[in-house]
C-alpha cells in the first residue's frame, strides 16, 4: 500500500485553515481541478496528472472533509489518502465526464470559490464548466485566487523540511561538479550525468533540468541540452527542480571551463553580492518588492528581463509570490522562496544566480548550500 507523505494531522491542519478562511470569506465551498491543489489537500499524488484524458475535482466544504470526485482509475489511489468521501465514474466518457457528480456535490451551494487569477488554470473542458453552471443557476461562481494562495504560501515544518532534504541532496550534487563536467563533454552528457547523480543521491525525479553554456555566458536560462561540447572559457550554468515526496528545490549553479573573463567573474560577484544582500535582509514585514529593490539596486538596477528576481518554491517549481516591483505580499514566517538575480552580459549573454531559503522569525533560513563567492573554475 502507498505510503501517505504526511500524516492525516498536516491535512486535517490545512483543512481547518482553510475552513476558517473560507468562513471570512462567506464561501459555501471551493473547487479544485487541478494537481497541486488535489494533492495540497488530499495527499494524493501520481505521475497520471501527465495524462490530460480524464478531469479531476476536488470540493471543499464549509463544514466536513473534503469530497473527491474523480475518474475510477483513480479510485484505489485515493483511498490510501485521509479522504474517504470518494465519488468516482467511468472516464474517458461521452458526454459526462464526472459532470453530474460534481454538480450533486455543490447543488445548494450559494457560494463557490474558485482559483482564477494569475499562476492559476483551468484543468477541465470549458464547454463543461459552462454546463456546470448552468445546472447550477443559484451558485455563484467566486474568485479564491487570494485565499488559497496565502495558505500555500506559508509552509509547515513538516513541509520545510521535506524542501530541505531535496535542497541537500541537489547542493551534494552540485558540489561533486569537478566529478562530472569537463571541457569536451556535451552539454547534453553534462545534463544526462548531473540527473544521475541527483537520482543516485536519493532524488525521487528530476522533472526540471535547464541551463546552457557559451562563451562568457549563456544566452537563456531555459534551454532544453544540445550536443555542443563544453569549451575552455565557457560558463555553464545548470538549474534543477529536483523532487522529493512531490516537493521542488530550485535553484542553479554556474561554473566557468578552463578559465573565466574578466566580465564572467565580475557578473557572478554581483550575483552573489546581490544575493547575499537579501538573505541578510529577509525577514517578516517586508514585501516582495521590498526585496525585489534590494537585489536590484545591488546590481546597479541592470539585470536581464527575466522579469521577476525570485518566487515560491514548494509542491510546484514556482508558486506565488514574485519578488517583482509590483508584488506587495508581505513575507512571512514559514514562506519558502528562491532569490534569483540575474544580469544581461555583453554579446547577448547573460547570468543568474539563485538561493532557496525560508523566512523565520528572525534571519531567513538558507535550504541549499551557500553558492562560492567567485565563479567556480572546472
Known sequence: ????????????RRLDLTQRAMREHRLDALLFTTEAELRYFTGFRTLFWQS??????????????????????????????????IRTFSSPHADDDGLSLLTSALHGRARVGMPMGRETSLRMPLNDFTRLRDALPETEFCDATELVQALRMVKSELEIEVIYEICAIASEAFENAPNLFREGQS???????????LLQRGAD???????????????????PPSDK???????????????????????????????????????????????EAAIEAARPGMTCADLFKLMNDRIGGTGSNVGRLGHGLGMQLTEAPSLIDFDETILQEGMVITLEPSMDLSEGKMMV?????????????LLSRRAAPELPIL
Open 1 to 12: 500500500m502507498t505510503t501517505p507523505d504526511f500524516p492525516p494531522r498536516e491535512y486535517e
Open 187 to 197: 552539454l547534453k552528457d553534462t545534463f544526462r550525468a548531473f540527473r544521475i547523480d
Open 52 to 85: 490530460p484524458t480524464r478531469p479531476w475535482f476536488l470540493v471543499l466544504p464549509a463544514e466536513g472533509k473534503p469530497i473527491a470526485v474523480i475518474p475510477t482509475i483513480g479510485e484505489n489511489l485515493m483511498a490510501t489518502t485521509w479522504i474517504d468521501d
Open 353 to 365: 544566480h539563485e538561493e532557496n531559503i525560508v523566512i523565520r522569525d528572525g534571519p531567513a533560513q
Open 205 to 223: 525525479d528530476v522533472p526540471y533540468l535547464v541551463g546552457g553554456a557559451g562563451p562568457g555566458g549563456y544566452g537563456d536560462v531555459i534551454s
Open 229 to 275: 561540447p563544453l569549451e575552455a572559457g565557457d560558463v555553464l550554468m545548470l538549474d534543477t527542480g529536483a523532487t522529493l515526496n512531490g516537493y521542488f528545490c530550485d535553484f542553479d549553479r554556474n561554473f566557468a571551463i578552463g578559465h573565466a573573463s574578466s566580465e564572467a567573474r565580475d557578473a557572478y560577484a554581483r550575483l552573489h553580492d546581490a544575493t
